[in-house]
């Protein structure tokens, strides 16, 4: 079954802080990996988008990973902000249909 | 250049009462999709089009009607609504089929 799972479910750090969002995904056929994030009462907003060939991708402060060996990706924020709480989502495209397939997200509280 | 707009907001219904969420986009996309987004669950794709007079049905499509009669509205109707159906809905537009996915901000519906 295609899937895609997410650690941890919530996470609160203080602003200036780094942090680490992981994210396992079972995608067959695999054709790319997402990180979404979501504010509350938006919709998901393109961080950015990974093929198997890449293993790193950077927007900004946000750098995703990925290892399709393992099947893992990670979402690093470096020096946050209050702008970053959000929800932070990935998704695997792929898959018989080639479609979306979403994970729950990290609920990612940044305090002053 | 509004992108992709979702009407209405916000919505209660009465069971067995019917309503259509309104999805319009302006950026010429062939691709549009509807999700349904519930706690502790990643989007779930409703029905998809891949083009004007087009669509198809995704993940959990039961309870749900979709028609796409001009390419840059898509329509998601509830003829029996269900408490089993609030949640949060969104619509998305797609030029391509891949990459380039644009959210709308979603439309809250409450059955009670």
């Known amino acids: 079954k295609n899937q895609v799972e997410q650690s941890p479910q919530s996470l609160i750090i203080l602003e200036g802080k780094n942090c680490t969002l992981q994210?396992?995904?079972?995608?067959?056929?695999?054709?790319?990996l997402r990180w979404y994030k979501q504010d509350t009462g938006r919709g998901p907003v393109s961080l950015t988008i990974?093929?198997?060939?890449?293993n790193t991708k950077s927007n900004g402060r946000y750098t995703a990973t990925l290892d399709a060996d393992t099947k893992q990706s990670s979402l690093h924020i470096t020096a946050s902000q209050l702008s970053d709480s959000a929800s932070y989502i990935c998704?695997?495209?792929?898959?018989?249909?080639?479609?979306?397939?979403f994970g729950t997200g990290t609920l990612l509280a940044v305090q002053p | 250049n509004a992108g992709v707009t979702q009407t209405p907001k916000f919505r209660v219904l009465k069971t067995g009462q019917s309503m259509t969420l309104l999805c319009a986009q302006d950026?010429?996309?062939?691709?549009m999709y509807w999700y349904r987004q519930d706690p502790g669950m990643g989007l779930r794709l409703i029905h998809y089009?891949?083009?004007?007079?087009?669509?198809a049905k995704g993940e959990v499509p039961d309870g749900y009607n979709v028609s796409r009669l001009k390419k840059q509205n898509f329509l998601l109707g509830l003829e029996s609504a269900a408490p089993s159906q609030t949640s949060v809905y969104f619509c998305?537009?797609?030029?391509?089929?891949?990459?380039?996915?644009?959210f709308g901000s979603g439309t809250r519906l409450t059955v009670v």
């Open positions: 998704v695997g495209e792929g898959g018989a249909t080639n479609k979306l397939i």
């Open positions: 998305a537009s797609n030029p391509t089929g891949s990459y380039g996915y644009t």
């Open positions: 990974m093929t198997f060939s890449e």
């Open positions: 950026m010429n996309h062939e691709y």
């Open positions: 994210c396992n995904y079972t995608v067959s056929p695999f054709s790319n």
């Open positions: 089009s891949v083009g004007e007079g087009t669509t």
